[in-house]
């Protein structure tokens, strides 16, 4: 397994561990080494902060194909999701 693909599965994880914290109302752990720091799993409109940070440096293509690898969404639903950004 490439670790690329170990990585965005990880921050799926995390990103599915927040959204759960937030809906059952319970403290979110924080993860690995920057534990101290402000979370960076998931913008604010629920977009993975990864994703946002693509679609911004200009690659919207590959920010909507990781958007759909980190949440399993169509592409439709990804474009969306993307393109305001």
């Known amino acids: 397994m490439e670790d690329s693909h170990v990585y965005r599965r990880l921050a ?8 759960l914290s937030e809906k ?4 979110c752990p924080t993860f690995g080494s ?5 979370p960076s799993g998931v913008f604010e409109n629920g977009v993975p ?3 946002v940070a693509m679609a911004r440096a ?3 293509i590959g920010a909507i194909k990781l958007y759909r690898e980190l ?8 474009k969306e999701a993307v393109d305001p950004l």
């Open 24 to 27: 059952l109302g319970v403290p």
């Open 49 to 51: 902060a990864e994703v």
């Open 58 to 60: 200009g690659n919207k």
């Open 12 to 19: 799926l994880l995390e990103q599915q561990v927040r959204l």
């Open 34 to 38: 920057d534990a101290g720091a402000a």
């Open 71 to 78: 949440t399993g969404a169509g592409l439709r639903e990804a």
